[in-house]
């Protein structure tokens, strides 16, 4: 199970303890309300100054046995874990501590050996405190048979954590040998689901040695030993002052005979007890105590209740609040958790949003208006009611940049909030709606810090333009409309008064004594509203507006960026990254991320360039820029090497084909598999026509018999040139780079194909693959075999053939239901793009196939990434020139 269903699970069980002893809640909650409150504050903070020193106790138990730790960084821990045991029946809260210090670079084995031992020393200095309340309670002839079988119970746990602790210093073998046997149980039993190894091998070996380890240096410390339970004793003390606080604070003094006797027994049944952190049972069993030595049953109750209230229920409050900050919870957990606190901050919005318009509909209860009337005129209370209509819509926008996390709609939202909650109370005393207007203001205040989403500078900039522009505009309209129209109205206006009714009608949303006698002067009126509100919906686009590139990466990043490139570079697509429609994204320790922006998406070529170890610190730097500009990443083309990096990040991967890579040492064009392209190859040299390699750089007149060649394909094709994962015919491109040509016996060119660098990489793979319309038939055969066998003899390893889309994708047992849709398209759409030609033309080069991904945020954003893809590799206008090219061909 992932930490971040972990987590779920966890809150599910929260919420069902808190249900499930709700009668108990209430009666605490009962018992607050009669306690003397001077006293339950000094016993909340001694019960403070207690978790420190329980933390205390950790710590030095954890030095003993080799293990550094801080107590600030322990007591979150310590809250945490008591949350967490209630959740999982005891067992998680010793296993929170140990993965929080695997994940400071701690030994888990010696840290599990340090609770062990805290363990040990919280018990055996509650002895010190057991034997003189057994004592009371024998005295008082109040000791309850179930009272000695309890504490004997203790006594037995006790002697058995020492005896493991012993076990592990005198004979560790046995230990190993137990670790060993619960290591193939839990593989046997993973085999049976078809799981891998559930225990790594060497776990139990790599165990027991850490084990043995930890309890050979707490023996060779016992002064340390000796003070983790000196200091656990103090914080037992500790809590019997808290106890005998909360005595004060609901009913009196209490002798120390039975304070002592009801700590005692209180601790034990915590310890024993079968349920939860001994819920119910400790409640129970302190009253009884508390009642057998003569306090009065009431208020033995009410101590128990109030006790288990700062010593149980509010710290396992503030462990559950303080899980997600622990490092057991970071990665996929915090980031989890925060978007669905921002995403449910956006609903909440939202839902604000429609109360506005619903209450804005319902006519105010009749109790409340009477009390309003004698207040407010009727205008204003008009007013309220449309500027809280007014303001639910704008709630119901901004909820959308709410989700996308701007900083823009996080302001515009608590303004728009601020007046809900102003206008509710205006317009009909309805205190319910401005409640829910306050708490959606008072959440988004606590998550402000996850709100830094920019939006388009330019684009803000010409909405907050428009809007004043806009705004002085309608002004003008409605001030100039009235004053020549106020025929149409029962109100001769003047200037002065009609600019002062459209200044109402715009910030009081009013129109007192507005009678219009026309039909016109209704519609002049309501188009004082409807300007309004354009002017509102446009200012609100604009401000909320993902930042736009629009101009090009400047010459420094680009020299960079080809710097990182030339050195780190080593796939077919890192020549490519250097093209004039990337845009770049450099992480501190010296990757890129070439990339270009398409509507929201980020749309990155292959993985991040540069050293392998900032693979993973490049892909969150990316997506953490994308998140501050509104875009969400996507990764096109990448190799498996980087995928757990990506799903590490929260990403998906999709399958989308296969790229074919030649091994040069084995091609040939002889023997039986050769055939086909020995066929074509010993055709056309019949025919005098040779393939030779151009070296850069090329002649003006050589280039522009190239562009001839490649102009005629495009036209045969119908197709224009593409981008992003293709270069396109460019005269300083394609000069700079060498060329293999197929000239015909006259020497005219009759195809091509650029080659292009893959740096780091010593594999030869190429661009633009283009030929005449009247080649004869197998001359790019010609043209590969040739470069094939140019390439082998300059000793490169590999040749790549790019990559076959959709080709291989959704073969497979269990592939998901998207690359099985692929596999679909790929079988009957070959009208449209000839897939299978194309790998058909590949495979006669005899490939090994590597996979290519496309990495995307989630399910939903897949279409908008293809759509990204699409405009990044045809442009922007590919629809327009699809539909031209469809019209022109079957008209």
Known sequence: MNRVWFLRVLVVAFIWVVVSRLTEIEALARAFLQARWEWLLAAGLIQGLYFLVFAAVYQSAFDTVGVRARIRHLLPVVFASIAVSVATRGIGGAVLFVDDASRRGESPGRTAVGMLLSLIADLTAFMLVLVPGVVVLLVFHALEPYEVVAAAILVAIVSALCGVMLVGLWRPGWVRSLLRGLQRMANAIGAKFHRAELVPS???????????????????????????????????????????LVALAFYGKIGIGPLVAGYAMAIVFW???????????????????????????????????????????????????????????????????????????????????????????????????????????????????????????????????????????????????????VSH??????????????????????????????????????????????????????????YLL???????????????QTLMMFAAYSDPGLQP?????????????????????????MLLRPVLLRASASADDRARAQGTVEQFGRSSLARFTLFPDKWYYFSPNGSIVA?????????????????????????????????????????????????????????????????????????????????????????????NYRAVLHEPLLSDPFLEELRLVSNDWLTSMRGAEKGFS?????????????????????????????????????????????????????????????????????????????????????????????????????????????????????????????????????????????????RADAGDRFLWDYVREFWQHHR
């Open 202 to 244: 060497g776990w139990a070996d790599r165990s027991s040695d850490e084990f043995a380890n930890a309890t050979s240096a707490m023996a060779a410390h016992p002064l340390r030993l000796v003070r983790t339970i000196g200091i656990a004793l103090g914080a037992h003390i500790l809590d019997l002052a808290s106890l005998y």
């Open 271 to 421: 310890t024993v007890s079968i349920t939860p952190q001994g819920i119910g049972v400790v409640e129970g069993g302190m009253t009884l105590v508390f009642a057998s030595l003569g306090v009065p049953v009431e208020k033995a109750t009410l101590i128990a209740l109030g006790f288990r209230g700062l010593t149980f229920w509010l710290p396992m409050a503030a462990g559950f609040f303080v899980l997600r900050r622990l490092r057991s919870f970071t990665g996929d957990v915090e980031t989890q958790t925060t978007l669905w606190g921002v995403r449910a901050a956006a609903i909440l919005t939202g839902v604000t949003g429609l109360v506005n318009l619903i209450s804005g509909i319902i006519p105010s209860l009749h109790d409340r208006m009477v009390v309003l009337e004698s207040v407010l005129p009727l205008a204003v209370r008009h007013g309220a009611r449309l500027a809280a209509v007014t303001a639910g819509l704008a709630l119901l926008f901004l909820a959308i940049g709410l989700w996308r996390r701007k900083r823009a709609a996080w302001y515009l939202t608590l303004l728009a909030l601020a007046v809900s909650l």
């Open 425 to 482: 109370l205006i317009k009909g005393l309805d205190y319910e709606e401005a409640a829910l207007a306050a708490l959606t203001g008072a959440w988004l205040v606590v998550l402000r810090s996850h709100y830094q989403t920019r939006s388009d500078p330019p684009s803000v900039r010409r909405g907050l333009v428009a809007a004043v522009v806009a705004s002085g505009l309608a002004l003008t309209y409605g001030a100039v409309g009235f």
């Open 486 to 500: 106020d025929r149409h109205f029962h109100v001769n206006f003047g200037f002065s008064a009609a600019v002062r």
């Open 517 to 541: 006698i026309t039909g016109y002067g209704r519609y002049f009126a309501d188009s004082i509203y409807v300007v309004g509100a354009l002017t509102m919906v446009y200012a609100l686009v």
């Open 595 to 687: 990339y270009a922006v398409k509507g929201r998406i980020a749309l990155a070529l292959g993985d991040p360039i540069g050293p392998e170890r900032d693979a993973a610190p490049a892909i969150e730097g990316f997506q953490t820029l994308c998140v501050r500009n509104d875009w969400r990443a996507a990764f096109y083309q990448t190799l498996p090497d980087y995928l757990h990096h990506y799903r590490a990040t929260g990403f998906l991967a999709l399958h989308i084909g296969d790229e074919g890579i030649v091994d040069l040492g084995a091609f040939s064009i002889e023997g039986k598999e050769g055939k086909a392209l020995r066929s074509a190859v010993n055709r056309l040299s019949r025919l």
């Open 726 to 870: 293709l270069g396109w015919f460019d005269d300083e491109y394609i000069r700079t780079g060498p060329v293999m040509v197929v000239h015909d016996p006259d020497g005219r060119v009759m195809a091509f194909a650029n080659i292009i660098p893959e740096y780091q990489q010593n594999e030869l793979t190429i661009d633009l693959m283009r030929r005449r319309a009247s080649a004869p038939s197998g001359t790019m055969d010609f043209l590969f075999a040739n470069l094939l066998q140019w390439g082998k003899d300059r000793g490169y390893a590999t040749f790549n053939l790019g990559l076959s889309p959709l080709a291989g994708v959704g073969q497979q047992a269990g592939a998901p239901a998207v690359e099985r849709a692929l596999h679909f398209l790929y079988e009957h759409l070959n009208q449209f793009y000839n897939f299978k030609g194309l790998h058909t033309f590949k495979e006669k080069f005899r490939p090994r196939w590597f996979p290519r991904y496309l990495i995307y945020p989630d399910r939903a954003s897949l279409p908008t990434v293809a759509l990204a893809i699409i």
